[in-house]
């Protein structure tokens, strides 16, 4: 069974910085996209940020562009997003995420979550 446990959420003030991790066990061969989404209160979730795992590759929300990086060490599976610049508006729970494939922000296939780490931005 897949499983992922995030971490490293915590409060911090706006223009600080926090790295999101994500720990991901289980066999997760066949898996071809990871990404990070986040819920504020309130609000729909949304998608931050993916990687291809084949290649690498990644996209990002406009509203997170040129701040947040999103990364994955295949030595350990582990899944890291790292936030730089934070406003108020990154306020949410971040949650990771994994799938069989995926187009930039849409998952298909066989799609696993963690339980969210909370990131809360003071102004």
């Known amino acids: 069974q897949v499983q992922l446990v995030e971490s490293g959420g915590g409060s911090v003030q706006a223009g600080g910085s926090l790295r999101l991790s994500c720990a991901v066990s289980?066999?997760?061969?066949?898996?071809?996209?990871m990404g990070w989404f986040r819920q504020a209160p309130g609000k729909q979730r949304e998608w931050v940020a993916t990687?291809?795992?084949?290649?690498?590759?990644?996209f990002y929300a406009d509203s997170v562009k040129g701040r947040f990086t999103i990364s994955r060490d295949n030595t350990n599976d582990t899944l890291y997003v790292q936030m730089n610049s934070l406003k108020p508006e990154d306020t949410a729970m971040y949650y990771c995420?994994?799938?069989?494939?995926?187009?930039?922000?849409?998952?298909?296939?066989?799609?696993?979550w963690g339980k969210g780490t909370l990131v809360t931005i003071s102004s």
């Open positions: 995420t994994l799938a069989d494939y995926c187009v930039r922000d849409n998952y298909y296939g066989k799609h696993y």
């Open positions: 289980g066999y997760i061969g066949s898996f071809t996209c």
């Open positions: 990687i291809y795992t084949g290649n690498g590759r990644t």
